[in-house]
């Protein structure tokens, strides 16, 4: 727990999922209730006169191109006095002025007096409209702050802006709009004064903000439930996780991931029981490992104490041969204890090869030098053949670990005709070592598995064939180390061929040169 705790970093808050998620949630929420306060609310005054004036101009267009067919001016202004309550006066101009007996139309949507209102402005609009490209648009209210009707007072329009509307925003009352159009047809001028009402919207839009905030506070109470489900589906299997994690830290290598739910946490599960899989083999290997090594320690050991014993209480047991067992023995245990330091230096990496050129074909020629006391002792034959010298950049010491442990292997496995094979040959850019023996072969099955540390395919202990089970990891770990390919070719009861691969540097010579042992 104490270590737990000092693992976390420090000065960093830990916020659970749960709370991660509502704070998204929580964001999203806002910006989607901002978004509706903004357009529904803030700018529900511009869109609401922008659809107003809108209507005006349509109207306008329509009876600008009715212009020339009184009629049907007539018609248009009265259709669209009926469809949007407007109010459309139309009037002919005569000399430059503005007529009552030119009035061509007047529409009312709405009550007649707003035309008695109105009308005593005509003249006044009229220049206005004269005066600002042919287009006036005025807000009046409707009737003052003293509540008596149609005192007519311009409280906004385009007159210094113009093209643009005049948006109120906030009306408390019901306000006017006052749309002006000076229209030219074939010489003759025409005026249309249209009016239509603006409604406050002040009420709706508290109605609408009400409404706005009764959805958010909703909304957010949502989002607090959402994120407390969806958190608990995502830490479900996550916290079912960290139960057998637990576990399998306490070394229950069987333990198993069970938390399914998604794909995630599916690939989590797998890759874990994955991993609890191989730490389980790991903790196998070992525990063989350590019976290995201590029965591998103990044998030669309980023979030296067992021949000492004997030797020190029975004078006539001091012979010669005796202390050959001793010696036996002794150099087993070093070769173990050397193979053992060799392989943990190289898989621990800290034994690092020192590359440098040498000559394989003559380190090849001196080994077998070396073999031949004892080829000559015990009656072994090994023949060597090498097509052409071959130079290689690797670390001597070890190539020449891998070639004394195959020839050690081929020479404890061969068979009844003592005989064992070296072959080097060059091919391309590479020179490829085969060491052949004549024994009994490697089973298919077991082939994969002799690379391993420890691994003997006759479990018996054989004291004839001294091995301490680890010359071939040996072999493969120095090998990789060179990117060096290698491999074994062996048939049951006929023999084995152990062969590596080591690229060629350019000093190889391409003479031919057979040299046999
Ligand atoms: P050991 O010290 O037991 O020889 P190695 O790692 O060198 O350990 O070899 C592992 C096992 O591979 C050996 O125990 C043996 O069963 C098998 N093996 C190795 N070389 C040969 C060979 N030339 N012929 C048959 N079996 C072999």
Redesign the pocket.
């Known amino acids: 727990m104490e270590a737990e705790k000092n693992a976390r970093p420090k000065g960093r808050i830990r916020i659970g999922i749960k709370w991660k998620m509502f704070m998204i949630l929580f964001a999203f929420v806002s910006v989607f209730v901002f978004a509706i306060w903004l357009f529904q609310i803030q700018m529900l005054h511009y869109f609401y006169q922008t659809a107003k004036f809108n209507e005006l101009d349509k109207v306008a267009k329509e009876i600008s191109l009715a212009l020339g067919d009184d009629n049907k001016v007539i018609t248009v202004a009265e259709t669209s006095a009926d469809e949007f309550s407007n109010d459309v006066w139309v009037y002919r101009i005569e000399d430059g002025r503005l007529n009552e007996n030119n009035k061509l139309v007047h529409s009312d949507g709405t009550r007649e007096e707003i035309g008695y209102f109105l009308e005593p402005n005509f003249e006044d609009l009229y220049e206005r409209a004269l005066a600002n490209k042919n287009k006036y648009v005025a807000i009046v209210p409707m009737r003052n702050f003293k509540g008596s009707y149609y005192e007519f007072k311009i409280i906004a329009d385009n007159a210094n802006d113009a093209g643009s509307y005049p948006y109120i925003s906030g009306n408390v009352r019901t306000l006017n709009v006052i749309h002006v159009n000076v229209m030219e047809h074939k010489g003759e001028s025409y005026v249309l004064f249209q009016r239509a009402s603006i409604s406050p919207l002040v009420t709706m839009i508290s109605m609408l903000e009400n409404q706005v905030m009764f959805t958010g506070v909703l909304l957010v109470i949502f989002v607090l439930i959402m994120a407390a489900i969806m958190a608990k589906l995502i830490t479900k299997p996550i916290e079912q996780i960290n139960r057998s994690a637990k576990s399998l830290a306490l070394g229950k290598y069987d333990t198993e991931f069970e938390g399914r739910g998604y794909r995630e946490i599916d690939e989590l599960s797998d890759t874990l029981n994955f991993a609890a899989h191989e730490l389980s083999k790991n903790d196998r290997l070992q525990k063989d490992l350590i019976s290995n090594v201590s029965h591998d320690l103990r044998t030669p050991l309980t023979m030296i104490k067992g021949y000492s014993e004997v030797m020190r209480d029975i004078p006539d047991e001091n012979t010669p041969e005796n202390v050959q067992v001793i010696i036996d023995e002794t150099t087993r245990l070093t070769d173990l204890v050397n193979d053992m330091l060799d392989l943990s230096k190289l898989q621990a990496g800290s034994r690092a090869p020192d590359m440098r050129e040498f000559c394989l074909s003559e380190m090849l020629r001196s080994t077998m030098y070396r073999y031949e006391k004892l080829t000559m002792q015990d009656g072994y034959t090994i023949e060597l053949s090498i097509d052409k010298n071959a130079y290689v950049i690797a670390d001597s010491t070890m190539i020449l670990q891998v070639i004394y442990?195959l020839i050690n292997?081929?020479i404890?496995?061969s068979g009844d005709d003592k005989h064992v094979s070296v072959v080097q040959k060059l091919s391309g850019d590479t020179v490829i070592v085969s060491i052949t023996?004549t024994?009994?072969?490697?089973a298919e099955e077991n082939i994969p598995l002799?690379w391993d540390r420890y691994?003997?395919?006759?479990k018996v202990h054989r004291r004839a064939?001294v091995?301490?089970?680890?010359?071939?990891?040996i072999v493969k770990e120095i090998l990789e180390l060179h990117n060096a390919t290698y491999g074994v070719t062996?048939t049951l009861g006929k023999g084995?061929t152990?062969w590596f691969e080591l690229k060629t540097s350019d000093s190889s010579e391409y003479d031919v040169e057979l040299v046999d042992f």
């Not at 024994?439 to 490697?442: A, C, K, V």
């Not at 691994?455 to 006759?458: A, L, N, R, T």
């Open positions: 442990n292997n081929a404890n496995y023996d024994g009994e072969g490697i002799i691994y003997k395919v006759d064939t091995g301490t089970g680890l010359g071939l990891s062996s084995s152990f």
